[in-house]
């Protein structure tokens, strides 16, 4: 799968006819595999970066690109494809990031975030955007995933929401929170949390002392494994490529980010918030047809 040759074979015979665009990045070619409904309701953009080991990207991509074109009984694929059209990036080996410190909330849009994939993010127009990030290898490994979220938030709201917790009794604070609790957004983003761990994802546990105080200066934490960019963060804009595709497209995004456990563990994971994401996109846990 290493061998540039075998990968290029193996991918052209993955896509078959299917529509596919080629980009060029530094570190090589990458394909973006379109599945789904050329009139779509949604259009969802799916993308897994690694930072340094990319086995796990590749097998996760690949098994999504397979798993959309297929021809077997799938619970959610007619669905899926008939709702919405999908763009799976099937990218090339990876930028050899190492990170200062731990695993960064926000990235600066080195993970993914190169100007050709930019340019096709703006010209697919995403209204969903599923970024997962493999740090494996490249920062400490930590048990369990999180997830970063970008989302619209008034910015009067934004910029009231309390550093961690709910904010003081009867405070600007505590009200800025209740109404971002409240928001469509924070409520889907609590249902693919809940439907991720039903599928076997760790998500990581509450925040406490130090780190919470310093992950206070970028992120918020919405709930345990669950953030979003403070307020100065999002005006500076660039914090990471579902970042980026919510200011340039209005995308509602969910960065899955991951350090540690085997190859099979990360793709699962990668895979299963992605479906998770998908579903609750469209709707189709609300039909019945969510396991």
């Known amino acids: ?25 530094p570190s090589g070619e990458a394909t973006i595999a379109f599945a789904g409904s050329e009139s779509p309701r949604e259009r969802i953009w799916v993308q897994i970066d690694a930072a340094t080991d990319d086995t796990a990207a590749v097998l996760a991509a690949w098994a999504m690109v397979e798993s959309l074109l297929s021809d077997r009984a799938s619970r959610h694929r007619a669905s899926v494809t008939g709702r919405s059209l999908v763009a799976v990036v099937l990218a090339p080996p990876p930028l050899l990031l190492e990170p200062r410190g731990g695993m960064p909330y926000l990235d600066g849009g080195t993970m993914g975030a190169h100007v050709p994939l930019l340019r096709a993010v703006r010209s697919f ?36 929401l309390p550093p961690y917790g709910h904010g003081g009794r009867w405070s600007a604070q505590r009200r800025a929170h209740a109404r971002l609790v409240d928001s469509p957004d924070w409520q889907w983003g609590a249902r693919v949390a809940s439907l991720s761990r039903r599928l076997g994802v760790p998500l990581h546990a509450a925040l406490r002392g130090a780190e919470r105080e310093r992950a206070a200066t970028v992120v918020h934490e919405l709930a345990p494994g669950r953030f979003t960019p ?62």
Do not use: C, K, Y
């Open 230 to 291: 403070v307020h100065a963060v999002r005006r500076l804009g660039g914090g990471n490529l579902a970042e980026l595709a919510l200011a340039e497209t209005g995308a509602h995004g969910v960065t899955v980010q991951m350090a540690g456990g085997t190859t099979g563990q990360r793709a699962s994971h990668a895979m299963a918030v992605a479906e998770a994401a998908i579903v609750h996109r469209l709707n189709l846990a609300a039909e019945g047809v969510s396991r």
């Open 1 to 25: 799968m290493q061998d540039p040759r075998t990968r290029a074979e193996d991918r052209a015979a993955l896509l078959g006819g299917a529509r596919s665009q080629v980009v060029t990045l």
């Open 125 to 160: 127009a995403p209204t969903l955007v599923v970024h997962a990030q493999d740090w494996t290898g490249a920062v400490e490994p930590r048990p369990g995933v999180r997830l970063v979220e970008s989302f619209r938030i008034d910015p009067s709201v934004h910029a009231a």
